[in-house]
């Protein structure tokens, strides 16, 4: 699952905040801090749409600075390619 997130206000603190809950978050596998339409953007391991719904519920709402979000399924992985940046 892969999921775009929209937050109401950019700040340091509030930014912050939403790192910190992704990376307490078990189905979160991979976050990104982004630039254009989304500010972050998410990969999810999850089982099924429930657990999806679970997530959202317990997560993304818990938030109340996250203003939107869009998420989409993958349905197949066509390329992984890991890359060092150091």
Known sequence: MIVLVELDR?????VERF???????????????TTGSADFVLV????DVEAFKAFVKTT???DSNVRKFRSMIALDCVKIEPRSTL
Do not use: P
């Open 19 to 33: 790192k910190r809950l992704m990376q307490a978050a078990a189905e979160v596998t991979e976050c990104y801090l």
């Open 60 to 62: 993304l709402n818990t």
């Open 10 to 14: 950019i700040c340091l603190e509030l």
């Open 44 to 47: 999810l391991a999850v089982d």
